[in-house]
């Protein structure tokens, strides 16, 4: 007889971009012919670069010949992509790692998603709130989370809110946790830490022992020099943290799938009996087993991006996309509404009217200016009273969309 894992029947039936899809399809057939302008999903609009396509292309070529033939690949990544990110991520910043270091996968939400595998369901995990639902869901699946209350809080997480109150920098925890789950630059809030506020969270991990996982999956769009791009960047968080990163909304590939996550040597957690053990091999052993690699035209396709050329060109998505946050950040302000982030990250974040909650202001949203956002409820009982809107959507629909906010609201 089969056993359910019943942790999955503790998960609320549907994902939140798929109740946004449901609302906007319904509204779609009650106003057919209605223009509707969607900066709701983080997702990218702008083709790959040509680097990555025109290493993809030869790499198909090598894929069609016997004698440069792949078949699998190293599970961790090829050799040419993790020395790429080492010196192209890393050595500039004056970080060192190894190669053994770096695992290469299909993306963060996986690697997010997975890493709990090699943790005991016996941890105690903090989540800042809002927060990126991969976190919270895959360690409800993990059996870590406990119940769901009334509140839309898990009875076994420890939530660390993020608000305006508190310039949405969260408060160590006043209790003890075993690990935390932290984004930065922060996807929904758009908002960062800077390099000192980061360190507080790393000294505390050290001194409590704690396990970081540190999502910087919108490093690239960090344009302020005080925000840190790799937790790696601090003292001690080699003993302290993994990190994941995302050629996502780097590089386009969001259809592609490619990431990166690193799990330094240093990084060790406690087994019953008091010693411990290093997660790196665990890690490796976990992926060895159950992922078996990038595929070879997906990493050349990543490689690529580190050439000059493709710095150039990647730098040029990332301008395109920052210049409709700068756009939607001053719409927003002429419209009389209160927003953060779109500074060093593609979202941002604001604040609802007083009085009307998050679904209702996505709701009106979309029925009085025909702009889908995501209702910021969605991520967390403190995203209660925000909406986000993603600066990934085309520029003319990102001004298109702020002058229908100005007149509706303004
Ligand atoms: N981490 C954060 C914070 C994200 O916002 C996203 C995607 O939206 C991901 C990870 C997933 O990235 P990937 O496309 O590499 O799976």
């Known amino acids: 007889m089969a056993l359910v894992n019943e942790q999955f029947l503790k998960l609320p039936g549907s994902y939140l971009f798929a109740d946004i899809a449901r609302k906007v399809a319904a509204y779609r057939e009650a106003h057919p012919g209605r223009d509707i302008i969607r900066l709701g999903i983080g997702d990218v609009t702008l083709p790959l670069p ?39 991520d890393y050595e500039p910043r004056g970080i060192s790692l190894k190669p053994g270091e770096v695992f290469v996968s299909d993306g963060a939400k996986s690697d997010t998603g997975n890493i709990g ?4 369901r016996d941890n105690v995990v903090a989540v ?23 509140d839309g809080r898990w009875s076994g997480l420890c939530y660390l809110p993020c608000t305006a109150d508190n310039a949405f920098v969260p408060a160590l925890p006043d209790r003890k946790v075993d690990v935390v789950y932290l984004c930065y630059p922060n996807n929904p809030t758009g908002t960062t830490l800077t390099r000192g506020q980061l360190k507080q ?41 993994i990190e994941f990163r995302s050629f996502s909304k780097t590089a386009g590939f969001t259809g592609v799938r490619c990431g990166y996550t690193v799990v330094p040597e240093e990084v060790t957690a406690r087994l019953a009996d008091g010693t411990r053990a290093a997660l790196n091999p665990l890690w490796n052993r976990r992926q060895c087993t159950k992922f078996n690699g990038a595929s070879y035209i997906t990493q050349r396709g990543a490689e690529a991006i580190y050439t000059p050329e493709g710095r150039r060109q990647v730098r040029e998505h990332i301008d395109y996309y920052m210049a409709n946050a700068r756009a939607m950040r001053e719409g927003l302000k002429a419209a009389g509404i209160e927003a953060w982030g779109g500074v060093n990250a593609p979202y941002v974040w604001l604040k609802t009217p007083a009085g009307v909650g998050s679904w209702q202001f996505f709701e009106q949203m979309l029925d009085r200016a025909g702009v889908v956002s995501t209702p910021g409820a969605g991520f967390g009982p403190s995203g209660e009273g925000y909406i986000r809107l993603s600066a990934f959507g085309k520029q003319e629909d990102c001004r298109e969309a702020m002058a229908r906010l100005r007149r509706w609201l303004g």
Request: charged residues 25%; aromatic residues 12%.
């Open 201 to 241: 969270w790393v000294d505390y991990a050290l001194a409590n022992d704690v396990l970081i996982m540190f999502d910087s999956a919108y490093e690239a769009f960090i344009s302020e020099d005080d925000v840190p791009h790799s937790i790696y960047e601090i003292e001690g968080a080699r003993r302290c943290a």
């Open 50 to 88: 040509q680097v990555s396509i025109e290493a993809m292309h030869r790499a198909v070529d090598e894929m069609a010949d016997s004698r440069t033939f792949h078949g699998y690949g190293p599970e961790q990544g090829y050799g040419f992509l993790i020395e790429a990110i080492i010196r192209g």
């Open 128 to 150: 800042t709130d809002p927060v990126y639902p991969v976190y919270v869901d895959s360690n409800v699946m993990g059996g870590r989370a406990g119940e769901l209350g009334g």
């Open 117 to 120: 595998d090699i943790l005991s």
